[in-house]
């Protein structure tokens, strides 16, 4: 199972669409999600950590996660939000390494949606102030009555192959030896195969063909879809994009396979990430 999937909550959209039934649920019985801003908090047995709406802030904005085994669980949106990348806080992923895999979806989900509305307060329109709405998962203007909501950002991650060896590339001030699958931003008006081949063609200058899809992963830092990709290309030639790119280098089945024991030519992504996740199904096609 890939990190960040496989959260054990029901989303209940019945009843944040409903006011009534979403304040029925408000009550003792409710668990609201231990967080110190945006850092997980756990408890003894190395868990989330959960508490009551009483120990929510008087004034806290409180979003409605779902429902686990009928009880009704919620967040509280920090005062900041943080669009720093993961690996800008080496603490948080040490903390979420020792966490459970459904406690780790669960955490990613509520991080996702805590941030976006703590980024979020005022209008994109007009400027007013916005106030949640549909149990978090919407902002209303107060001025100008315009609607917004939480936004999640499509991300294409892919393997290329070609004559049995994979493109794998070494980002900008990445450590040294390390490599992963070519990645980058859906742009507006494409489609996902659409995406894959620009983003290959301008990190590399390699054309690309043949486009599937593999698996996708939710990422909360802040909020993307990483969407795993496979496509194939009939040349090897490569044309670097230096403002992004490190290197970029053509790996064999066994090298990849090496790498991702710990005893390749390159450091392979860790298992958390899609990257990894997607050589690993390279390796095994």
């Not at 690996?87 to 895999?101: D, T």
């Not at 991300?155 to 699958?181: H, N, Q, Y």
């Amino acid at each position: 199972m890939l990190s960040f999937t496989g959260s054990r909550l029901d989303r209940a959209d019945h009843v944040r669409a409903d006011p009534e039934r979403l304040a029925g649920y408000m009550n003792w019985k409710a668990r609201l999600l231990a967080l110190d801003g945006l850092m997980p908090s756990m408890d003894d047995a190395g868990r989330l950590s959960w508490g009551t709406l009483a120990d929510a802030p008087e004034d806290a904005e409180l979003v409605f996660l779902g429902l686990d085994e009928g009880k009704a669980c919620f967040a509280a949106v920090p005062p900041r939000g943080d669009a720093s990348p993961r690996m800008a806080n080496p603490q948080l992923w040490s903390l979420m390494a020792n966490l459970q895999p459904d406690d780790l979806a669960l955490y990613g989900g509520a991080r996702s949606i805590v941030d976006w509305h703590a980024r979020h307060r005022f209008c994109a329109q007009c400027g007013g102030d916005t106030k949640l709405a549909k149990g978090g998962w919407q902002r209303d203007c107060t001025a100008c009555g315009a609607s917004h909501f939480p936004r999640t950002d499509p991300v294409t991650i892919m393997l290329v192959e070609c004559d049995g060896k994979l493109m794998l590339g070494r980002g900008l001030g990445w450590p040294e030896g390390s490599f992963s699958a070519l990645a980058g931003f859906v742009e507006p008006g494409e489609s996902i195969e659409e995406g894959v081949a620009r983003e290959v063609f301008e990190e590399s200058g390699v054309r690309v063909r043949d486009v599937t899809y593999v698996a996708s992963q939710p990422w909360p830092f802040p909020s993307q879809l990483m969407i795993g990709c496979h496509s194939h290309a009939d040349d090897d030639a490569l044309t670097i994009d230096e403002t992004e790119m490190a290197e970029i280098n053509w790996y064999s089945r066994d090298e990849v396979k090496a790498s991702l024991a710990g005893d390749g030519p390159f450091r392979a992504p860790p298992p958390h990430a899609i990257a990894h996740h997607l050589m690993d199904w390279w390796i095994h096609t």
